[in-house]
């Protein structure tokens, strides 16, 4: 009972991140894991946190750009929800995934979750014929970024615990994200998808045998599959009349990014201040009359340079970059697991960041996702490390 109990925020959190208008929900569970690891850390001993100097410095500048921002209050707010609270979600589930049925609970959690959103959005899709951007199930961008983070972490429940039901569950589930996918029609999530697929089968190849012919041809038909999904994918919207539905070619933000790129270089070292939304702050004017939702740059980090200039950019890079690496080691582990769990990690590092190339969404639940899973996969994965080899699953 007592592991139940400690385990309960940190399920909650995962289960009812993506599903809107549970921000409360949200930062009660938060608080109880985040007092529940420290409660928890000398008895639990975790290894050193990972990933600490790229942090303090992304931390740092963004403290420091409260001295040059055009809105002090809301980039210190900002601070507070993207820097503070994912920290917090990274800390905390860094401390508390050590033990492996902790792990298996929190993932079993998450996949919950998943269910339950791609039953309920498919279910409103068919009904409205339409996915339902305000609905209770969120938008298709969210969903896009959920499905590029959560992809990763259900291989993990799948292939890293040596149990056949959780295998066939997993893929009965990743199955259900592709068909949600499909009907989201976002259109990155194919690209992505290639990309995670292909970082995996790169990976793998030893393990399944491929010569450099058979590497190069799984890749053309793994190109060719995800090509002939995106254009369907266009057609369908261009169909339903979406404002979206332009060609890749003639897409608004093609013309757009230049200009945010001009105007990150007239302040290159300073930026407007911390947030995605200091561009409609700072920067009204480069908003299209025509398209007022590009009132951010729709790229992580170009809104980046827009806000803390170029250090900004370099200090984001150096976040993800320093993710990969501590995956990088995992992988190159003689533990099977170990090297399943630094290859998924890389995989969710990599989908996330590609994703948030054409439309910026890691802020908020999607963020706090991303931070959860990340504290959760490193620590699981640098306690195993320290403890040595397990049996291969």
Known sequence: MKRILLLSPFALLLFILPFPGTVALRLTCLALAFLIALISWHRLAPPALPCKAALGLWAALALLSLAFAVDPAYSLGEIKNEIGYTMIAFIAFFVMSGDERRAKGMLLALAAGAFVLCAGALASRFALGLWDQAGRYGGTGAFANYLAAVVPAVAVLGFYFDDGRLRHLSLALLGLLLVTGFFCLERIIWPVLFLQASVVLLFYRKQLGLSVIRIA?????????????????????????????????????????????????????????????????????????????????????????????????????????????????????????????????????????????????????????????????????????????????
């Open 217 to 393: 041809g799984s890749l053309i038909v793994l190109a060719l599959i995800a090509s002939a999904v995106l254009a369907f994918t266009q057609a369908t919207r261009f169909k339903e009349g979406s404002p979206l539905s332009a060609k890749m070619s003639n897409d608004v933000r093609l013309a757009f990014w230049p200009k945010v790129a001009g105007r990150i270089m007239e302040h290159p070292l300073t930026g407007a201040g911390f947030g995605r939304g200091v561009m409609n702050k700072a920067y009204p004017d480069l908003i299209p009359r025509e398209y007022p939702l590009l009132w951010h740059a729709h790229n992580v980090v170009l809104n980046y340079g827009l806000a803390l200039g170029i250090p900004g950019m370099l200090a984001l890079l150096m976040v993800f970059g320093a993710l990969l690496r501590e995956y990088a080691r995992l992988w190159q582990s003689d533990d099977q697991g170990l090297r399943l769990i630094g290859a998924c990690g890389m995989v969710l590092v990599l989908g996330v960041f590609s994703c948030n190339m054409v439309n910026d969404m890691f802020v908020r639940d999607v963020a706090l996702l991303f931070w959860a899973l990340n504290g959760m996969l490193l620590g699981l994965g640098r306690r195993q490390l320290a403890a040595g080899p397990r049996e291969a699953a």
